[in-house]
Structures are given as structure tokens and as C-alpha cells.
């Protein structure tokens, strides 16, 4: 009897239209699978590769090999410069969880909430690496004052380079959050790779008295940055400050003088007390050199805010990549803006609290302050080795 197969031949039906088209999208997807993984992989080095173009334009194409093999590894591996972040000015600013201790200067007010001292400032008051890589280090470098000298704009210039990592809420660590301990305070502080310098401003440090042996402690190596401007004008602006914050508070003049009759200053108001420079400075000296301190001048970091990051950058070791072709003079606000942050074309300045219109003040009580200062601003220059021309 002659065989006769029950159901279809399978080799005929593996040819068949259905199973050809299963099997070409199959292979389509596979294929599509394997370029998208290459393309992951390629694109993950464009960072590299922008950086290098980057540097490149700065230092030249340099080729590196043999054991600089590693530090030219870390450097592919940098951030681009961060971005400008408008955040409000020591008075309005983000900090950790602080409290005041002058209350016509209340840093502390109810969006911030009292705290226990134990937040920590949010991914957008710090920087960070978006691939999570680096590791978090104890600041090399601190800006310590002085409040209203400029310490905002100096910390927002610096963190256009790629070489520092800046956090941008203030810590106050030193003066009020020390009892949290260093691992505590160093988990504030963004991620840095090799090469990098990782820094934090708090101008009420340059002020506080247990500051400086608390640094020391930490560590001796430690860059200091004190932004100092003319004190008359400092405190005018310190006042200027408060009041936007607290309109009933007292005149200038009266909280200028403990007796109007005999001219009395009062040096225990904060804003008369931060400018005592001089006082504040013998203090830091007791346990750093004066090498190790840098003064910027507030109204120079005004005038020439090329001239006065150029001095900041070799105090802190680094190659000049903030130069004029940053900045331009904003005639409204009265004071230089960075020209555009990293990935924008827009101009960037400092938020609405810098440039506010000081009051009026008598100019008999400016002169008097100015009469007061001297002495102070003559002992600090000669401590410095450099007049400010503030008298």
C-alpha cells in the first residue's frame, strides 16, 4: 500500500510566505538590537571628545603618553563647566539648616523652616556628576567672607571652570553645624575626580571666632578666599539687606551709634563689626599664614572681574580659563554678568537682590564711619601688604 502523509510536508511549510517574513523580521530585530548597543556604547565617549575640543581651543593639542596616561585618562573624564545658577545672595541665599545669632541679620526665615541643622542642600543649591562617578571630598579651598563683599558672584564666576566643584548652598559648618561632625559636612560637598578642587563659601566664617582653629583642624593645607570692600559701604549695604527683609526696623544712623551727641560708634551691631577686617584677620593668623590667604577686592571683582579671578585661579593653582570672553558689564544692575552658562545662549547675572538701591544716608554719618574705619583699614594693609583705596 502506498505511503500517504497525514498532515503537510514540514520542509514545505518552513518555506512557506508566513514563516520567511517571521523569520526576516527576526533578523531585522536582532540586527536593530546589536546598533542600538554600539550606538550606547559610541555615544557614552561624545563627553570625551567635547571636552577635549573644549581644552583643545585653551591649551593646544597635546599629545600625552607613558605614565601621564592615567591623568589624561581623568581629565577625559571632567565635567564640562557647570552651569550658572541665579541663587539669591548671603541674606536670601539657601543654607543648611542654620540659625542666626544677630536678629537684625536673621538668615533663617519660614520657607527655610528652623531644622535641627541636619538637611542637606538639594541637587539644585550643589553640584554633581550626572554619572554618579568621582567621589566626595573635604573642600581644599574655602571663600570665608566677607558678607556683602561679593562672595556670591565670586563663588558663580569660579564654577564656570572645569577644575572646581563648588557647592552652592552655604554649609555655615564651621560656625554652626561643626557639632554634625566632618563625614556629615563632607557629604555636602559634590563628587570631584583627581585633579579637581572641591570648594564652599560661607562669609560668616571670617567673623566667627572658633572658624579658623576648626579649619586648621581639618586640615592645615586649606586656600582661603576673603572678598573685603570698603567697610562704610559694606555695612550700608548689609543694612540695605536687612531692610528689604524687615522694613521697620531702625535708621541707619540709629543703630550706627550707641550716642548721636558724642558720635559713639556702636561696634557690637554686626554690620559695623564685619568691617573691623584688621580685628578679624589677627585672629585667622594664629593658624594660617598669610600665604595661604587671598584677598580679593569687591571693587575690583566690579571693575575687573577678569583681572581678579586671573588672581584667584593661580592662588588655587589652576590654569586661566576665566578671562574677559566671559563677562560683560550689565549697566542696569551696575555690575558684570557672565556672558552665558554652559548649554545656554542667553546671558546669566546674579538673581534680584544684588544691585538694590541703598537709602540715603546723612553724609555727616558716612564721614564719621569713615573717620572710624581708618585706623582699622590702615592696620589691615599694612597686615596685607596692599591698600585698597578705601580712604
Request: hydrophobic content about 35%.
Amino acid at each position: 500500500m502506498e505511503y500517504s502523509p497525514v498532515g503537510p510536508d514540514p520542509y514545505v511549510l518552513s518555506f512557506s510566505p508566513v514563516k520567511r517574513k517571521v523569520c526576516v523580521l527576526g533578523i531585522m530585530f536582532l540586527l536593530w538590537v546589536c546598533v542600538f548597543y554600539s550606538c550606547v556604547g559610541y555615544c557614552a565617549t561624545v563627553p570625551t571628545l567635547v571636552l577635549d575640543s573644549y581644552r583643545g581651543k585653551e591649551t593646544g593639542s597635546v599629545k600625552r603618553t607613558g605614565h601621564n596616561g592615567r591623568a589624561d585618562l581623568m581629565h577625559r573624564l571632567l565635567p564640562r563647566p557647570q552651569a550658572w545658577v541665579d541663587i539669591e545672595s548671603d541674606y536670601d541665599e539657601p543654607s543648611v539648616g542654620t540659625s542666626s545669632r544677630d536678629p537684625l541679620n536673621d538668615e533663617m526665615d519660614e520657607t527655610r523652616g528652623g531644622g535641627a541643622g541636619r538637611r542637606v542642600p538639594g541637587a539644585g543649591a550643589m553640584s554633581s556628576f550626572s554619572n554618579g562617578s568621582g567621589s566626595k571630598q573635604l573642600p581644599q579651598a574655602l571663600i570665608i567672607g566677607v558678607k556683602k563683599g561679593g562672595t556670591r558672584a565670586l563663588l558663580e564666576f569660579l564654577r564656570v571652570h572645569p577644575d572646581i566643584r563648588a557647592v552652592g548652598a552655604e554649609p555655615h559648618f564651621f560656625d554652626r553645624n561643626y557639632e554634625n561632625g566632618l563625614e556629615w559636612y563632607r557629604e555636602l560637598m559634590p563628587k570631584t575626580l583627581e585633579g579637581q578642587i572641591t570648594m564652599e563659601k560661607t562669609p560668616s566664617y571670617f567673623v566667627t571666632r572658633e572658624a579658623p582653629a576648626r579649619i586648621s583642624a581639618m586640615s592645615r593645607d586649606t586656600k582661603l578666599i576673603v572678598v573685603v570692600r570698603d567697610p562704610v559701604t559694606r555695612a550700608i549695604s548689609d543694612y540695605t539687606q536687612t531692610l528689604s527683609k524687615k522694613p521697620d526696623i531702625p535708621s541707619f544712623e540709629s543703630l550706627t551709634f550707641k550716642n548721636r551727641t558724642t558720635g559713639l560708634i556702636d561696634t557690637s551691631w554686626s554690620a559695623i563689626q564685619i568691617g573691623i577686617y584688621a580685628k578679624h584677620l589677627d585672629n585667622w593668623l594664629q593658624y594660617f599664614p598669610m600665604d595661604q590667604i587671598l584677598f580679593v577686592s569687591g571693587e575690583r571683582l566690579i571693575s575687573d572681574p577678569a583681572g581678579e579671578l586671573g588672581r584667584v585661579q593661580d592662588f588655587l593653582g589652576l590654569k586661566r580659563i576665566i578671562t574677559d570672553k566671559h563677562f560683560y558689564f550689565n549697566q542696569t544692575k551696575g555690575f558684570p554678568c557672565l556672558k552665558k552658562a554652559e548649554g545656554s545662549s542667553k546671558p546669566h547675572c546674579l538673581g534680584k537682590t544684588k544691585g538694590r538701591t541703598h537709602p540715603n544716608i546723612h553724609p555727616e554719618v558716612v564721614q564719621r564711619l569713615r573717620d572710624f574705619y581708618r585706623p582699622f583699614n590702615m592696620k589691615f594693609y599694612q597686615m596685607t601688604g596692599h591698600n585698597f583705596g578705601w580712604d
